[in-house]
C-alpha cells in the first residue's frame, strides 16, 4: 500500500509540472498577476565574480518557494497524514487521476481503456487468453451497440423531419378561437382532433411499410439484373464510334509520359566524347594498378558500382548501355514497353543506305554498328532473344518453326547478312550441352567458320539475364570452351594448326563477351587450368608444356589488363613463363617456336607497363647464341638452358653452303610450333625475328629504363659473331638495326642513384587545445570511463543529499501537522472542560439556589 | 627392473610393425608358416618350398621375406640353427638331422636376402634389409656366446657396396639401424676391409662405399640417444670408434686421386658432413681442399670452399683468396647447380664480418645485382636481400645507392668491370646499384617489391636468408596464386581477333592471322 502511496504522490506531482510546462506562457507573467514583491526577493551576494561559472543562486524567493514546498506537502504528505489509520477511503486508480478538464486527452483516455483491458484480461480464466475474438460488449447508455444497431431503422432517414406536434391547422383553430365550424364544446374537440391524429399516423406508418416492402423486393431482384446491367454496359462501349483523330491525338497527350527525359538522344559527337572519357578513366584505373604504389602495393579499388548493382559482373562494361530502356505506357494503356525502336530505326536506316549507298561506305558503317552492338550487347541480346528462350523451350532446334519469328534475330540477320547463305544450317536457338561431350560433338557438326556463329548463339540463347540458371551454363561454357581450344591444340598436326589458330582468333570476341558475364567465375576457371597446366609442367620441367598451355597465356594476354602491378591471373602466368623460358631444354624446333612465341607473349604482357622478365632476355641470347656456328671443342658462354657446347649449342647455325639469299621476309609459322625438324628456312626466319623482337624490346619498351644497358650489353658480342654474309638481305639489314638499337642502349649513361629528396620536415605545429566547457576545476586526468563513473558518483552524492532534505523537511512537515493537532485536540478538550465547568457551576448555582430558598423557607 | 622397461618399450615398437607385416602376407603363407611352426620335429621340406619361394621372382617378396624372418627367428630361439659364429663347434650339441638342413636352408634364405638388397623395388628392397638386421638381432640374442653377429653385418655391406645401381631404399632404411651405436661401431670396423680396389674403375662401388659413410652419423645427438640393436648390454667406444673412421677416411684419401667427379663430389659431402668433425688432424685436409678448390669449379669448389671455412673456424689456418674464389663462384650457371643454396649460405657467413674492406664487398654486391637481372625468381629475391644486408653492415656502402649531391648529376657509364675476377679491381664502389633500378621493373611483384629498398629508408634489422634458400620457382607461384585478394581486372578493349587492340606483338612476328 504504501508503495502505491507513493506512486500515487508522484503521479500528483508529475502532474503539476507536466501542467506546468505545457503550456509556454504559463511563465509568462500577466498584466493582472501579482507582481514579484521586492522584499520577497532574496539577493546571495557574490564575492567575486568569475568568468565562466554559472551561478545559479544569485538570487531567490525563499518565501515564495517555502510556500510552494508547503503547499505541495499538504496535498501530498498532508493528504496521506489525514487518512492515515483510516479503514476505508476512495481510491482513484485510474491513469491520469490528477488530470482534469482538457488536460484529459484521447491518448489518456485511450491508455486507461487499454489497462482496462489489460486486468481483464489477467483477471479472466485461462481459457480466455487465447480467445481471439473480442468478447466483449461494448455498451452505450446501458445498451450493447450490438443492440442498437440491430433495431436501427434504415429507412428512418427523413421520417425526423416530420413534425410530432400538433400541426398549424389544428393549433390556429384550437388556440384562437377558430372559424365558424368551431365544434360546440371543448372536450369534444380535442378527442376529435387526438383520434385524427392517432389516425393520420397510422396512416403514414402503413405508407412506410408499402414502401420499405417495395424497397427490401427491389434489392433482392437487383442482383439478378445486375448480370444485365454489365452486358448492357459492354454493349455500349462496343457500340461506342471509332475515335477519330482528334481523340486519338488526345488520348496520346494524355498517356505521354509525364516525366523529364532523363536521357536526350545523343549525337555521334556526344558519344565518341562520352567513350572517349570512358576509356580515359579506364587507362587512369590501369595505370594506377599498374604502378602500385608503395604504400600500398596490392590496391584494388573496386571500380564503382552503383548500389542497384546486381553483381553480375558487368560493372566493367559500358555503364552507359544499360540506361537506354525507358519504361513507358504504349497506347492502351500496357505498361513495359521499351522504347527502344531508336536502336532499331538508325539501323534500318544505315542498312537502307548501304544498299544505295556505295560500297566502302557501307562497310565502315557496318563495321560501326558491329562494335556499338558488341557494347549493347547485354541490352540488345535480351531484348532479342526473349522470344528465342520461348521457343527453345517449347520446340527446340526446330527449323522449320523460325519462319514465323522473323523478328527475333533481327539485329543479327542484318549483321550477319553476307554469311547467311551459308549458315541457314544453324539453328537459331541451340540449347545449352550438358556436358563436354556433347559440347564437341555439336561443334563437330560444323565448319570452324559455323562453329564460331554457334558458340555465339549459344551465348545469346543462354545469356543470364534471361533466365537465373544461365549463370551456370554460361560458366560451364566458357569451360567448354577452354576445353575444346585444349583439345584442339593438344594434338595439332601441321595440316591443321593454321586453321585452328583462325577458330581461337574468330572465338576471341566471344571469349571476351564471355568473361564479362561472371569475372570471377571464369577466371577462376581459366586459373585453375593455368595451375593445372603448371603443375603437370612442373613434373618435368625441362620439357615444354603442351602448345594449348600457350594459348591460354595468349587468352590471358588478350582478356586481362596484363600490365597491372599484380593481377591473379597475370602475375602466375608470368611466373610460369619465366620458369619455362629459364629451365625447359631448348632441343627442336617446336622447343624454340614454343620458347618464341611465349617470349612474345611475355612481351605482349609487359607491353604496356614495360615491366621485364629476365628470362626473356636470356632466351634471345640463347637463340642469337645457337645462330653461331661454332667449331669443335669452340664455347661460347651462354646460360642455361642453352648449351655451351656440342650439337645443341648450333641448333640455328646455317652450313657456309647453303643457299639463302632467295629467302623472303617470314613470319613465324603456326606449323614451327607442331615440327621437330629444322630445317635452313625456320633458321633464317628463328634469327630474323629474333632480331626484330630485340630492336623492338630495345626500343619500344626497355629502351628508356635505367639499367637497361646490362640487358642490352650481353648481345653485342654473340650478334658480333653471327656469320651475317650468308644471311638474306633483310636479315642483314634487320640485324644492322638491332646492332644499332642495342649499341645505342648499350652505351647509355645513367646518374648515380640518390635518394629522392627528402621533403623538408614541417616543423610541428601547435595548436591551442580547447576544453569544450572550462570551470575552473582542475580535476586530474582521468580516463573517459573513469570520469564518467566519478561524474555520475559525484551526481549521486549531490542526489541523496537533497532527498535526506526533503525527507527532514517532510518529517518536519508531519511533526508541525501533529503539533498542531495535537494543539488543536488539547484546545478542544480545555474547552470541554471549561464547559462541563461552566455547566457543573451553573448547577451548582441553581442548587444553592434552591437550598438557599428551601432554608428561607423554613425559616 | 630397466631391463623391463626397454623390452616393454621395444614391444610396444614392435606391434604396429607386425600388424603391418601381417597385412603383407598372404593368407595361404600364414597357413603354411604356422603349420611349419607347430609341427614338432622340422618338416624341412615345408623350409624349403618357404625358401625357394622367394627365388620365384612373381611371389610376393615382401611377405614372403616377413613369413622367413619370423620362422627363422623361431627356429634360432629353438637351436635348431647354430650362428654363423659357432658353426664349427656345433658337434657338441646333440646331433640332429634337421639341423643340417634347416642350417643350408637359413644360408640360402640370407643369400637371397641380400640378393633381394638391391632389388629394383623399394619395399622389397627395404623390407630384404629390415629383415636381415633382425635376423642378426635374433642370431646375437640365442647365440651361445652372445658375440655381434659381424659376420652378417660384413655381408650386408658387401652386398650395399657391390651393388651396380646405388640402392638407395636399401640405404634408407639401413640409416635408421646406423642410429644404434653397436651397429656404427661395427660397420666403421668393417668398412676399412670393404673399401672398393681403385675409386677410379670402379667408381659406382666407390659412390656406394660413401654412401654408407654417408649415413654413419657421429654427431651428438646420436651419441646422446643410446640405441643398440642389440640388447643394451652391447659397449660402444667413441674413441676407437672415431679411430676406425680416421681409418677409413685415410683409406678414402689415398684413394682418390683423379676420381670421377661425382665421386669426387661425394667425397666432399661425407668429408663435410660426417667425417670431419671426428678427424684426428684435419689440418691434414688442407692439401686436399685446395687441390679441389683450384681444379674444380661449380659444386665441388664449392664444398671444398666450405671445408675450407671450417678449417678457418677451427683450424685457425688463412686463406688469402678465399674471397676472390668465392666472388668468382658467383656466375649465371650457378643458379643450375644443386648447390646454390649452400653457396648463398656461405657468402653469407663469409660476408658477416663487418671488418672487411668496402671495396670488396661493393663488389660482391655489384655482381650478386648483376645476376639477379639474369637469375630465376627466387634468387634474384634472395640475393636482392642479401645486397640490402650487405649495405646494413657495411653503411660505407650505402654510397651504392644515395651519392652525394655534386656525384649525383654527373650521367656516367657504369665504372663496374663485370670480368675483373679480382673483386678489389673491380671497381664497384665508384658504381651505382642502377641494377636495382631495373629490377624494380621486374615481372614477378615480389622481386619489384624486394628491389624496392633503395627508394625507401633502409629495414632496422637484416633480412633472414635462411627462411628464402629453400624456396622454389614453384613456391612463388603457389604463393601467388593462394593469394587471397582476387580481382580479375579486364583488359578494357574488346579483342576481335587473335591481336590485342593495342600493342600487339605476337601477330606481329607469327603468321597467324
Given amino acids: ?859 | 627392473m630397466k631391463q623391463n622397461n626397454l623390452e616393454n618399450k621395444s614391444a610396444n615398437k614392435q606391434a604396429p610393425e607386425l600388424a603391418a607385416k601381417r597385412a603383407n602376407v598372404p593368407a595361404a603363407l600364414q597357413q603354411k608358416a604356422n603349420d611349419f611352426l607347430n609341427s614338432n620335429p622340422v618338416n624341412t621340406k615345408a623350409l624349403k618350398q618357404i625358401v625357394n619361394l622367394l627365388e620365384n621372382p612373381d611371389s610376393n617378396a615382401v611377405g614372403i621375406m616377413y613369413v622367413l624372418e619370423v620362422i627363422f627367428r623361431n627356429l634360432l630361439k629353438r637351436k635348431l640353427i647354430s650362428t654363423a659364429e659357432n658353426k664349427t663347434c656345433k658337434s657338441n650339441a646333440k646331433p640332429q638331422e634337421p639341423n643340417a638342413t634347416c642350417q643350408i636352408q637359413y644360408n640360402k634364405a640370407w643369400s637371397l636376402l641380400l640378393a633381394n638388397l638391391g632389388n629394383a623395388s623399394k619395399e622389397e628392397a627395404g623390407t630384404a634389409l629390415k629383415v636381415c638386421m633382425q635376423l642378426i638381432a635374433a642370431e646375437a640374442k640365442h647365440s651361445r656366446s652372445k658375440d655381434w653377429p659381424v659376420t652378417r653385418l660384413r655381408s650386408i655391406l658387401e652386398a650395399l657396396i657391390n651393388a651396380e645401381a646405388t640402392p638407395t631404399a636399401a640405404l634408407a632404411e639401413f640409416a635408421k639401424f646406423t642410429r644404434c651405436l653397436d651397429v656404427l661401431q661395427f660397420t666403421y670396423q668393417l668398412l676399412p676391409g670393404l673399401a672398393p680396389k681403385s675409386y677410379v674403375d670402379t667408381p659406382n662401388l666407390a659412390f656406394n662405399y660413401l654412401a654408407i659413410i654417408n649415413l654413419l652419423d657421429l654427431g651428438k645427438t646420436v651419441l646422446n640417444d643410446k640405441q643398440f640393436h642389440i640388447g643394451p648390454e652391447s659397449t660402444f667406444d667413441y674413441d676407437r670408434t672415431r679411430q676406425l673412421l680416421n681409418k677409413v677416411w685415410n683409406g678414402i684419401i689415398a684413394s682418390c686421386n683423379g676420381v670421377d667427379e661425382k665421386v669426387h663430389r661425394q667425397v666432399l659431402v661425407v668429408l663435410l658432413e660426417r667425417i670431419l668433425p671426428h678427424l684426428k688432424n684435419p689440418i691434414l685436409l688442407t692439401d686436399f681442399l685446395m687441390d679441389s678448390l683450384h681444379q674444380f669449379d661449380g659444386p665441388i669448389a664449392l664444398l671444398a670452399l666450405q671445408g675450407i671455412f671450417t678449417l678457418m673456424q677451427k683450424q685457425n689456418i688463412t686463406y688469402p683468396d678465399v674471397y676472390q674464389k668465392l666472388y668468382n663462384m658467383f656466375y649465371p650457371r650457378m643458379f643450375y647447380n644443386k648447390y646454390k643454396a649452400r653457396l648463398f649460405y656461405l657468402a653469407d657467413i663469409f660476408l658477416t664480418s663487418t671488418h672487411l674492406p668496402e671495396n670488396l664487398v661493393a663488389a660482391f654486391a655489384k655482381r650478386l645485382a648483376r645476376l639477379a637481372l639474369k637469375s630465376p625468381t627466387e634468387d634474384a629475391i634472395i640475393m636482392i636481400r642479401f645486397i640490402c644486408n650487405l649495405l646494413l653492415r657495411h653503411t660505407g656502402l650505402q654510397r651504392l645507392i644515395c651519392a652525394t649531391g655534386a656525384a649525383s648529376a654527373v650521367e656516367i657509364a657504369d665504372p663496374y668491370d663485370e670480368t675483373e675476377l679480382d673483386p678489389v679491381k673491380s671497381g664497384a664502389l665508384q658504381s651505382s646499384l642502377w641494377e636495382l633500378v631495373l629490377l624494380q621493373k621486374h615481372a614477378v611483384p615480389e622481386v619489384a617489391n624486394a628491389a624496392k629498398f633503395i627508394t625507401k629508408s633502409l629495414p632496422m634489422v637484416e633480412f633472414d636468408l635462411s627462411s628464402l634458400l629453400e624456396t622454389k620457382e614453384c613456391n612463388i607461384f603457389d604463393d601467388e596464386v593462394k593469394k587471397e585478394v582476387k580481382q580479375f581486372t579486364m583488359a578494357y578493349e574488346r579483342p576481335t581477333n587473335f591481336a590485342l587492340p593495342q600493342y600487339d606483338i605476337v601477330t606481329k612476328y607469327w603468321d597467324i592471322l
Fill in chain 1, 1 to 859: 500500500m504504501g508503495v502505491k502511496a507513493k506512486k500515487s504522490n508522484a503521479d500528483a506531482v508529475y502532474s503539476k509540472k507536466a501542467g506546468k510546462t505545457s503550456n509556454p506562457f504559463d511563465t509568462a507573467i500577466s498584466q493582472t498577476s501579482k507582481r514579484l514583491n521586492p522584499f520577497d526577493v532574496h539577493v546571495n551576494k557574490e564575492k567575486f565574480k568569475i568568468l565562466g561559472r554559472i551561478c545559479k543562486h544569485d538570487r531567490g524567493l525563499p518565501g515564495v518557494s517555502r510556500a510552494k514546498a508547503l503547499k505541495k506537502r499538504a496535498e501530498t504528505i498532508g493528504k496521506q497524514y489525514e487518512v492515515k489509520h483510516k479503514t476505508n477511503k476512495f481510491r482513484d486508480h485510474r491513469i491520469g487521476k490528477h488530470l482534469s478538464g482538457e488536460q484529459l486527452t484521447e491518448s489518456v483516455m485511450n491508455a486507461r481503456y487499454l489497462a482496462e483491458k489489460l486486468s481483464q484480461v489477467r483477471a479472466s480464466n485461462k481459457a480466455q487468453k487465447f480467445n481471439l475474438n473480442d468478447d466483449e460488449l461494448l455498451t452505450h447508455r446501458g445498451q450493447t451497440l450490438e443492440e442498437i444497431e440491430k433495431y436501427r431503422d434504415e429507412r428512418s432517414d427523413d421520417e425526423e423531419l416530420e413534425d410530432e406536434g400538433l400541426d398549424a391547422e389544428f393549433t390556429s383553430a384550437a388556440h384562437f378561437g377558430g372559424g365558424a365550424d368551431a365544434p360546440q364544446d371543448r372536450q369534444t374537440a380535442i378527442e376529435e382532433m387526438i383520434s385524427e391524429q392517432k389516425r393520420r399516423k397510422i396512416e403514414i406508418a402503413k405508407d412506410k411499410d408499402e414502401v420499405h416492402d417495395l424497397t427490401e423486393k427491389l434489392d433482392a431482384n437487383y442482383k439478378d439484373l445486375l448480370s444485365l446491367v454489365a452486358k448492357a454496359t459492354k454493349d455500349e462501349q462496343i457500340a461506342k464510334p471509332p475515335p477519330d483523330d482528334y481523340d486519338k491525338l488526345l488520348k496520346e497527350m494524355i498517356f505521354e509520359p509525364r516525366g523529364s527525359v532523363t536521357d536526350k538522344l545523343i549525337t555521334p559527337e556526344e558519344l565518341a566524347k562520352q567513350e572517349a572519357a570512358r576509356l580515359e578513366q579506364l587507362e587512369n584505373e590501369r595505370l594506377r594498378r599498374m604502378k602500385a604504389d608503395d604504400e600500398q602495393p596490392e590496391t584494388n579499388v573496386q571500380p564503382h558500382r552503383s548500389a542497384d548493382d546486381l553483381d553480375d559482373g558487368y560493372f566493367a562494361t559500358g555503364v552507359e548501355d544499360d540506361a537506354d530502356d525507358t519504361l513507358a505506357y504504349d497506347l492502351d494503356g500496357n505498361l513495359g514497353t521499351h522504347l527502344n525502336s531508336k536502336k532499331e530505326n538508325p539501323k534500318g536506316q544505315s542498312n537502307d543506305k548501304s544498299d544505295e549507298g556505295s560500297d566502302d561506305e557501307a562497310d565502315e558503317e557496318d563495321d560501326d554498328e558491329e562494335e556499338e552492338e558488341g557494347s549493347d550487347s547485354d541490352s540488345e541480346s535480351e531484348a532479342d532473344n526473349l522470344s528465342d528462350l520461348k521457343a527453345s523451350d517449347s520446340e527446340p532446334d526446330s527449323e522449320s518453326e523460325q519462319t514465323p519469328q522473323p523478328k527475333k534475330t533481327k539485329s543479327k540477320l542484318q549483321k550477319s547478312k553476307v554469311s547467311e547463305a551459308v549458315e541457314t544450317s544453324i539453328p537459331y536457338t541451340i540449347k545449352m550441352p550438358k556436358t563436354y561431350e556433347d559440347f564437341a560433338a555439336l561443334l563437330a557438326k560444323y565448319t570452324p567458320a559455323q562453329q564460331v556463329t554457334v558458340v555465339e548463339r549459344i551465348i545469346k540463347c543462354n545469356h543470364p539475364k534471361l533466365e537465373g540458371v544461365n549463370r551456370e551454363d554460361v560458366v560451364k561454357l566458357f569451360g567448354f570452351l577452354l576445353h575444346y581450344i585444349k583439345d584442339m591444340f593438344e594434338d595439332a598436326s601441321e595440316l591443321d594448326i593454321g586453321s585452328h589458330f583462325k577458330l581461337v582468333s574468330q572465338l576471341m570476341p566471344q571469349l571476351h563477351d564471355l568473361v564479362h558475364l561472371n569475372i570471377d567465375r571464369m577466371s577462376n576457371t581459366l586459373l585453375d587450368l593455368i595451375k593445372e597446366k603448371y603443375a603437370e609442367y612442373r613434373k618435368n620441367h625441362k620439357i615444354y608444356p603442351s602448345l594449348d598451355t600457350l594459348i591460354y597465356f595468349k587468352i590471358v594476354s588478350n582478356l586481362y589488363s596484363t600490365s597491372d602491378f599484380r593481377h591473379p591471373l597475370a602475375t602466375p602466368t608470368y611466373i610460369f613463363m619465366q620458369h619455362m623460358l629459364s629451365r625447359a631444354r631448348v632441343r627442336t624446333r617446336q622447343d624454340i617456336a614454343m620458347g618464341l612465341f611465349v617470349v612474345t607473349i611475355a612481351l605482349e604482357f609487359g607491353s604496356r607497363s614495360k615491366r621485364l622478365l629476365p628470362a626473356i632476355f636470356n632466351f634471345l641470347q640463347g637463340i642469337v647464341h645457337m645462330a653461331i656456328p661454332k667449331r669443335q671443342q669452340e664455347r661460347v658462354e651462354i646460360a642455361p638452358p642453352f648449351e655451351q657446347e656440342g650439337p645443341f649449342s648450333k641448333l640455328l647455325a646455317i652450313p657456309a653452303t647453303s643457299d639463302t639469299k632467295a629467302l623472303q621476309p617470314q613470319k613465324l609459322q603456326p606449323a614451327d610450333l607442331v615440327t621437330q625438324t629444322i630445317d635452313v628456312d625456320f633458321k633464317v626466319r628463328a634469327l630474323d625475328s629474333t632480331l626484330c623482337l630485340l630492336k623492338q624490346i630495345f626500343k619500344e619498351q626497355m629502351g628508356e629504363h635505367t639499367g637497361a644497358c646490362y640487358l642490352a650489353a650481353p648481345f653485342l658480342p654473340l650478334i658480333e659473331q653471327l656469320p651475317m654474309n650468308l644471311y638474306p638481305e633483310h636479315v642483314q639489314e634487320h640485324c644492322a638495326e638491332a646492332t644499332t638499337t642495342l649499341k645505342s642502349v648499350a652505351e647509355q649513361k645513367m646518374k648515380p642513384l640518390a635518394p629522392p629528396d627528402k621533403k623538408p620536415k614541417a616543423l610541428r605545429l601547435l595548436e591551442p587545445r580547447f576544453e569544450m566547457v572550462y570551470d575552473d576545476k582542475r580535476r586530474p586526468k582521468m580516463s573517459k570511463q573513469k570520469e564518467e563513473r566519478a561524474k555520475l558518483l559525484h551526481k549521486i552524492k549531490r542526489e541523496k543529499k537533497g532527498a535526506i532534505r526533503e525527507i527532514r523537511r517532510d518529517t518536519a512537515f508531519v511533526q508541525d501537522l501533529k503539533l498542531k493537532q495535537q494543539i488543536q485536540s488539547d484546545n478542544e478538550r480545555r474547552e470541554k472542560v471549561k464547559r462541563i465547568y461552566q455547566e457543573a457551576s451553573v448547577q451548582q448555582g441553581e442548587l444553592n439556589e434552591l437550598a438557599r430558598a428551601k432554608k428561607r423557607k423554613k425559616f
